[in-house]
Each structure stands twice: as structure tokens, then as C-alpha cells.
């Protein structure tokens, strides 16, 4: 079926299975591999995009049933342009080694501060929770939410210092 | 040109300071590309079929429902690519079981069929419906199931000790202890799947895969189908985590290159999270007979520590850390067995700290367990009995701190406030128990060499088939060859995981930096050696008619001892308006000659610490853990964990610490989390998905101090590197059990602890 899926504020249009998940569309189709295949069961969260600001497991939604906006990894930062402050942070607090789960975390840190759960080092470990790092930089992930948090919370709106 | 000889010392200005990571801004913005993710246009998609069964054969397939799915392209299995690859070849030595070359059933899981079809999706669905018969016949799971085999494990590789009279001075001594003890099945779990891409070009085959040693993986597929390595290109620029389960070549790889030349073209397989426990390796499940001997001051008088660890029916894979155990404390008296027990399961392999991980468990705890009989502390009963030298050859360690790592992390932690007295302290409705002890790791190097290419401009270029696996390897090349041309680490670039670049060793064991970087600095000087020989050699310049020796490079210049320099694009521009380049490699001391052969071929040249003829060389540590019980739920939490590390040079702390630290974590969730479940008539895998198997969640992980102990080791490589990849989770499972114990006064003895363990 024809869809057309708002990504990182552009339109892309394309014909897809009913069956085909967003994550599979945004990798396999429309080439955004910065979203990242860990498990395609919901259970580690390194598919983690954001639709209209909220966090969502791409692995578990078909593509053809989105109609909001999608922010990836890839619409955080224009090329060459400023990281956003959570890229910023991840890079600062050595909050990443083998980087996989690394764009999930991003924009799930990102959900948790608009979510209003990064208030401390026990809400942030909470709320980061559904995404796994089997390298194991959590202490270094919360680091990382925490500088970001204040620098985010000059901007707007959920969606407005994502969507490029 | 490459210079041999010793590495010439030189003040190091840029190693030891912390550095962010030079692909941080790649990974925080997924520009990374993992192997899966690499553009290589109309490829079909695999999906691997695996066996139902854990022991039998295949009787054939109904494809027709398959067959009838839209894309459906292609079925591979033994009947019609059977005899087109052979299997890889085991790092470790030795058979392994097979997949598609016969119809046997070795395990269940093993890969049997690969459908191929036009999308991800239509290959999923035509793989369900691939209707397989088979003839089964009763599994063995695992210890204790009718049918296994046991068997010695031989001399061949790995050592066992016998020191002195183990048997007659435990019969003799004081004070004895002897316990089981018990550590289980354990999965990777990388958040990366085992993916494989291949693409045909006429005879040039490219394989896009993550892999620990690409070098290794391309002469492997090049044995397996019978085809020239140098026709082969391995592709895996970033690696979504390994912990050493893409180490070894895999079948997949073999297949989906078949695959790929069948259908005329590009393959690609994303295997699912489940298939990914029985297509690889895994860590298994170890049964341990320790035996100690004391006199009444705690000196140890024997040690003995006999292992059993499962493998397949056809593999004698096994890890003896047995070898590490022996040498841990000065006993006079040293005994070590160990057996493997073959049961219809795949063949284990490398997992994080191999050897080490599942055997110093029972030993530090036993240790704990002396130390509370005897009442001595823990930290004491094991000062007492340090070694001098290495106790089963004799040999000098090539330093040993590991008592400085106790006494600094002890001061750090707060180790005086514990009341030595089991189940005595208490806070609130938590009981609180602290526990410590011994890590170490054998100090490996590996052959390695390295392209360093310089422009005038001062930007430099390294080049090697090495691998970053999230250690960092990037950064620290860059760093070493900063160093020692000179120049800031941001001039700096460096590539890595591909076989067009010159080999680099498996990055694995604690080894790859102290493989790498020597091989960088090689290259280094021998690219200074060009510059200074042109600039002496020059009739005009500063430097004319001086002793090339005497010149360096120093932030941007060549520069002589007396401070006369000159830029260096004047020096280089001496030999070329574009770029000067050189090639090295190093062969560590006391390796064959025919080392850098055999890396090229893909075999992996390692001079490992306990295998030394001049010295016994391992990092150690101290782990210490606080844990807190609830007094009625028996619920179990770590808010607290510290480790304090002696590991030779490290050349970014930044790094460095994520690495020891995310292996602390690994020990606590081995410690407490960890365990693949067993089917016991099936001889399965039940919990094969990451939900099940438990890692470490954010939530689980409380404070985690890291204290890196500064330890020149000048002996054990010009560099002074020991690694430190593995050597955070040794000891930790020990620590936590130790824990457990001083809050609770119950020892429990089999990993994972639980609730159920504490009731």
C-alpha cells in the first residue's frame, strides 16, 4: 500500500506490505539506518524513534499506521551543524562504546527529560530502563541525560530542537 | 620502510590524558555504519532455518507452502549446497558440529536451511512455512544427563599443574576446605544481531559482518569454500558489541556467500535475537571441585581446583582458567584437573574474561570462605599468601600489584567499617554485606601492523584491519600516533575493519591495544625515519649533514635536540607534495619470525602472559561490593560497587574507565541476572530472547567507582600495556557471592544468586 511517512520534517512517500514495520521501512527502504535492529521484539529499545515527541518502539509499529511526526537519530542535528545537546552529552559523559544502542538511548533520553522524568539520578535510571546497553555505560547514560536536561529545557517544545 | 629493533622510548605527551572518543560524534548521530547497515543495493534477504530438534538427523522438506509465498527466491540446505563449503575452522583448535554439509543434527538451533526471497518479510514468512521432518532421537543437555560423555582434557593446549603433593598436604592440613562450586550458561547478547551481507563481483567476494578479526574471518571463509583470501574483502567498520562472540567465523558466512552466488546476487542476513544463541558461541556452564589447604596463620599449603565445562558432542572447546587459578597464591603444593563433558548442544567459545570469569569464582570464593573460618580478614588471609614469583613455573611476574589494588580500593571503599561478623550489619530493613576479591588477566600481544600516512598540511592517516568493538581502539590509535608524530590527536584519522587495510590481530583477550599500538608506532617511526634521513640527507636545511637519529617530531615540526626545527611541511614536502608514507609491523619479543605470515593468512600469532618463557605476565584487581538484602523479601541490590585496577600503561582513562566499568557491570550481572535456562529433555534454549535472559538494566546499576592505579610495566611490552577489556568483570560474581555471605551468613555457591537462594 502507499503511505507517506513524516521523517525528520520531510515527506517520504513509498509503497509498502501492510506488514512491513517502521523500523524496517525507515532501514530498509528509505535508507535511515542510524535506527538499529536489537532484538525486533520490543525488549531492548535500540529502535527507540520519537512520534510527535513521544518515545515509541519502531520495531512494533507498522509503518502504515503512522501518521505523526517521526524524529530519528538522523534529524537531531543538521550535517555539520551543532549536535543536539543529548549528543552532545552522550559524546561529554563517554555515555556509548559500541555505539549500537546508542541512537535508541539518544531519543529515549531525549522523551525522558520532556517526559519531566529526568528530576534525578534514580528517576533517569528508572526511566531508561526499557532501553538496554549491553556494553553497560548506564551510570555514564545517566551522567549524560542530566547535563543535557537544564540545556533542554531553554527549548519549546517536544519536537522543536528534534525536528530539523 | 620498517624499522626492526627496539621501540625507542620517548615522553609520552598526549597517552594517559582523558580523550573523548574520535567516532563519538559518528555513533551519537548514526552516521556509524555497523555492517547491516551498509548500502549495497537490490540485495535479497535470508532467513536461516533452524533445527527443531537437538539430536537426529534431517528426513527432508515440504517447500510448498514456502514456495508459494510472494519473493520467495531460493532454499538452501544440505541436499543441494551440502558439499559446496566446509565448516570453519575453531580458533581454539579442534572439531565443532556442522550445519548444512550433511543432514545431521548436532543441537537444537542448528542452522539447517537458508530461504532467500525478494524482501526481509517474505523470507520470514517462507521460512515458517518450510515443513521440516526430521528423525530424532533422545538429547543430552548438560551435566548430569544420561548420555553425555566425559573426557580428560589433554595437554595439548592448555596446562594442568601438579605441583608438589597436592593430595598428601591437603590430607595433612589443618585447616581444610572443600566445596563445589557451580557457574551457568551464558549468552553475548550484543544488541548488534550476527548479520551477514555478501555481494559478488566476478570472482571478488565482499562480506559485510561484524567481526573481531577481519582478517581472520576472510581466511576462514576462504578454507571454507575453497577460494583464494586475496579474493575475499571483510567489511566491519563498527562492531555492535562482541564480548567475543565475533571472534571466530561462524557457518552463517559461508552460506550466505553461496547464497549470493547462486542468485547472482548481493545476500543479506539480519539473524533474529533467539537464532543468535544456538548460530554462535556462548559461554557454558562450568562445575568446579576447589580444595584448600591452610595452617592455622591462613598460609595455604595446597590448592586444588578441578573444572568440568560442557561443550558439543564433536569440540573439546574448553577454557582451563585453571592455568590462572594455580598462580593466583603461593602454595606449595598445586593440583589442577579439568574435563569436558560433550553433550548435543553447539560449541561453546570466547565470552568475556573466558578462562578467567567461571574459575576464579570458586577460588576467590573459597578464599572468603578460609578467611571466615580462620577468622583472619579477607583482604589479609590473601595478603599472606602473595606470591613471590609465579608459583607453578617460578618465574618472575612481570609486575604484580595486586595487594596495592587491595589496600587503594579498601581505603576508597571503606572496607574498615565492616564488621567482620556475618549478618551483623543492618540498615533498616535491609541486611548489608560487603565482600571483595582478587581480578586478574593474562597480559597478551598479538602481531600487528600498520599504514601511517602523513601530509604536509600536518593531517595524518592510520590505516589497519584492527577493530573497535566500543573499546575505543579508534581513539587510542589516534592517540598513539598523535604522540609520536607530534601532532594533536584532531589531525588525526584514523580507518579501521576492513582487509583492504593491513592486518591487525583479533581484537579479544585483553590484547588488541598492546597489539595495535606497537604496530602504529612501528609505522610511526619508521615515517620520521623517511623524514629525517631526507632532511639529513639534504643539502640545504636545517638539518643538513646532522645524525637522522637525533631528530623528532614535535607539534607540527622536526625538531633537533638543540631546538632548531623547521615546519613540517617543509620536511615533508622534502620527499613528496602529496603525502609520505610507511608501513610496519611488529613482532612482539619471544614470537616466531613467521608471525606476520601467518596474521596475513588470517591465523592469529598470540604471545599470551601465562605462556611467556621470560616473565608471567597478567593486570590485576581488587572488587568490592556492597550488597544490601531485604531482611523479608530476600530482594537482592548493589548499590554499590568499586574496583581498583592495575593494568600497566592506560592510554585514555576516558575510555578506559567506560571499558572497566561496563565490565564490573557484566560481573553483576552474571553475579545475579545471568543465566540461559535449559530444557532439559529437549536439550533447549527456553530463555532465548532478551527479555528472559536478564542483563543489567539501568535500574540495577547504583554508583561504580573505577581507580586506575598507575603501574609502569616497562618489561612486559615497550608500551607498558597489559589490557584491561576483560580484567573489570573478573572477580566481581566472587565479590557479590562474598557479599551475599556477610550480609546473610548463607554461602551460595551456584551463580546465578537469587532470591530463592537466600529464602
Not at chain 1, 56 to 72: H, K, N, W
Not at chain 2, 112 to 121: K, M, N, R, T, Y
Not at chain 2, 213 to 222: D, P
Not at chain 2, 711 to 726: M, Q, R, T, Y
Request: hydrophobic letters at 40%.
Amino acid at each position: 500500500m502507499d503511505i507517506v511517512l513524516t521523517i525528520n520534517g520531510r515527506p517520504h512517500h513509498l509503497s509498502v506490505e501492510p506488514r512491513v514495520v517502521l523500523l524496517d521501512a525507515l532501514r530498509d527502504r528509505i535508507g535511515l539506518t542510524g535506527t538499529k535492529k536489537g532484538c525486533d521484539q520490543g525488549q531492548c529499545g535500540a529502535c527507540t524513534v520519537l512520534i510527535d515527541g513521544q518515545r515509541v518502539l519502531s520495531c512494533f509499529v507498522l509503518a502504515a499506521t503512522v501518521t505523526g511526526e517521526i524524529t530519528t537519530i538522523e534529524g537531531l542535528a543538521p550535517e555539520g551543524g551543532p549536535l543536539h545537546p543529548m549528543q552532545q552529552a552522550f559524546i561529554e559523559q563517554d555515555a556509548l562504546q559500541c555505539g549500537y544502542c546508542t541512537p535508541g538511548q539518544i531519543l529515549s533520553a531525549i522523551a525522558c527529560v520532556h517526559e519531566g522524568h529526568a528530576g534525578s539520578a534514580e528517576e533517569v535510571r528508572e526511566y531508561m530502563s526499557g532501553n538496554l546497553c549491553r556494553c553497560a555505560a548506564y551510570p555514564n547514560i545517566v551522567q549524560a541525560v542530566l547535563q543535557a536536561a537544564p540545556q533542554m529545557d531553554a527549548t519549546a517544545g517536544p519536537t522543536s530542537a528534534e525536528t530539523v | 620502510m620498517t624499522i626492526q629493533g627496539p621501540i625507542r622510548p620517548q615522553p609520552f605527551s598526549r597517552i594517559g590524558k582523558p580523550t573523548p572518543r574520535i567516532d563519538g560524534a559518528a555513533k551519537v548521530t548514526g552516521r556509524a555504519l555497523y555492517p547491516s547497515d551498509e548500502s549495497v543495493p537490490h540485495a535479497a534477504h535470508a532467513f536461516l532455518v533452524t533445527s527443531p530438534i537437538a539430536r537426529g538427523r534431517v528426513a527432508g522438506f515440504d517447500l510448498g507452502d514456502a514456495r508459494a509465498v510472494p519473493g520467495f527466491l531460493d532454499f538452501l540446505c544440505h541436499e543441494n549446497v551440502g558439499g559446496q563449503a566446509k565448516p570453519p575452522k575453531q580458533m581454539a583448535g579442534g572439531e565443532t558440529t556442522t550445519t548444512m554439509e550433511s543432514d545431521r543434527i548436532w543441537h537444537d538451533g542448528q542452522i539447517i536451511g537458508v530461504v532467500l526471497a525478494d524482501s526481509f518479510e517474505a523470507a520470514r514468512e517462507a521460512a515458517f512455512k518450510v515443513r521440516i521432518q526430521t528423525e530424532a532421537e533422545p538429547p543430552s543437555a548438560t551435566f548430569g544427563s544420561a548420555g553425555t560423555t566425559e573426557e580428560q582434557r589433554e595437554d595439548e593446549q592448555k596446562e594442568d599443574f601438579a605441583v608438589g603433593d597436592a593430595e598428601m598436604a591437603l590430607a595433612a592440613a589443618p585447616v581444610m576446605l572443600d566445596a563445589w562450586y557451580e557457574t551457568p550458561t551464558q549468552h553475548h547478547n550484543a544488541i548488534e544481531l550476527f548479520t551477514t551481507t555478501c555481494a559478488w563481483n566476478g570472482r571478488q567476494l565482499t562480506i559485510w559482518e561484524p567481526s573481531q578479526f577481519v582478517y581472520g574471518l576472510r581466511g576462514n571463509v576462504a578454507q571454507q569454500l575453497g577460494i583464494e583470501p586475496a579474493d575475499i574483502r571483510v567489511v566491519s567498520k563498527f562492531v555492535g558489541g562482541a564480548f567475543g562472540s565475533k571472534g571466530g567465523a561462524t557457518a552463517r558466512t559461508a552460506w550466505i556467500a553461496i547464497a549470493a552466488r547462486r542468485l547472482g546476487r548481493p545476500v543479506k542476513l539480519v539473524a533474529t535475537r533467539d537464532q543468535g544463541f544456538t548460530i554462535a558461541t556462548y559461554r557454558a556452564e562450568t562445575r568446579h571441585h576447589l580444595r584448600l589447604g591452610a595452617n592455622g596463620e591462613g598460609r595455604l599449603t595446597a590448592v586444588s581446583h578441578e573444572g568440568w565445562e560442557v561443550t558439543s558432542r564433536p569440540s573439546f572447546y574448553n577454557v582451563s582458567g585453571t592455568e590462572t587459578t594455580a598462580r593466583m597464591y603461593a602454595a606449595p603444593n598445586i593440583l589442577t584437573r579439568v574435563a569436558v563433558v560433550h553433550a548435543d548442544r553447539n560449541t561453546p567459545g570466547f565470552m568475556r574474561a573466558p578462562p578467567e570469569q567461571p574459575y576464579m569464582f570458586p577460588l576467590e570464593c573459597a578464599m572468603d570462605e578460609l578467611a571466615a573460618r580462620l577468622g583472619i580478614d579477607p583482604i589479609e588471609l590473601r595478603r599472606r599468601n602473595e606470591p613471590a614469583r609465579d608459583p607453578v613455573t617460578g618465574l618472575a611476574f612481570s609486575g604484580r600489584h595486586l595487594m596495592t589494588c587491595f589496600d587503594r580500593g579498601a581505603a576508597e571503599f571503606g572496607w574498615n567499617r565492616r564488621n567482620a561478623q556475618p549478618a551483623s550489619m543492618r540498615d533498616g530493613d535491609w541486611l548489608v554485606g560487603l565482600g571483595c576479591a582478587a581480578s586478574t588477566y593474562t597480559a597478551n600481544i598479538a602481531a600487528s601492523t600498520a599504514r601511517v600516512t602523513l601530509r604536509p598540511d600536518g593531517q595524518a592517516q592510520v590505516r589497519l584491519a584492527g577493530h573497535d568493538i566500543g573499546t575505543g581502539a579508534y581513539t587510542v590509535v589516534a592517540i598513539t600516533a598523535a604522540d609520536r608524530l607530534g601532532l594533536p590527536v584532531g589531525q588525526v584519522t584514523v580507518e579501521m575493519g576492513d582487509t583492504e587495510y593491513p592486518p591487525a590481530a583479533l581484537a579479544a583477550g585483553s590484547s588488541h591495544t598492546a597489539s595495535i599500538t606497537h604496530a602504529v608506532v612501528r609505522a610511526c617511526d619508521a615515517l620520521l625515519a623517511q623524514i629525517a634521513t631526507a632532511a639529513t640527507a639534504s643539502n640545504a636545511g636545517a638539518f643538513a649533514g646532522r645524525e637522522p637519529a637525533t631528530l623528532s617530531l614535535r607539534d607540527g615540526h622536526l625538531v633537533a635536540p638543540d631546538d632548531s626545527s623547521e615546519s613540517l611541511a617543509d620536511a615533508v614536502g622534502r620527499i613528496s607534495a602529496g603525502a609520505v608514507e610507511a608501513y610496519a609491523e611488529n613482532v612482539p619479543d619471544g614470537m616466531p619470525a613467521d608471525a606476520i605470515g601467518k596474521l596475513y593468512q588470517g591465523q592469529l600469532p598470540i604471545l599470551r602472559g601465562q605462556k611467556r618463557v621470560d616473565m608471567t605476565a597478567y593486570s590485576f584487581g581488587a572488587q568490592f561490593v556492597e550488597v544490601r538484602i531485604h531482611a523479608r523479601t530476600r530482594e537482592i541490590r548493589v548499590p554499590r560497587m568499586l574496583g581498583a585496577f592495575s593494568a600497566g600503561t592506560i592510554l585514555n582513562p576516558t575510555t578506559a574507565r567506560s571499558q572497566l566499568m561496563g565490565g564490573m557491570i557484566w560481573g553483576l550481572g552474571s553475579a545475579l541476572l545471568e543465566k540461559t535456562e535449559i530444557d532439559q529433555r529437549a536439550a533447549r534454549y527456553t530463555n532465548d530472547n532478551i527479555a528472559e535472559y536478564h542483563i543489567a538494566v539501568n535500574a540495577d546499576v547504583r554508583r561504580v567507582d573505577v581507580m586506575m592505579l598507575p603501574e609502569p610495566d616497562g618489561a612486559v611490552n615497550p608500551l607498558g600495556i597489559k589490557g584491561i577489556g576483560e580484567l573489570g568483570i573478573v572477580g566481581v560474581n566472587a565479590a557479590v557471592a562474598n557479599a551475599v555471605f556477610h550480609a546473610t551468613g548463607q554461602r551460595v555457591r551456584r551463580l546465578p544468586i537469587r532470591i530463592e537462594d537466600l529464602l
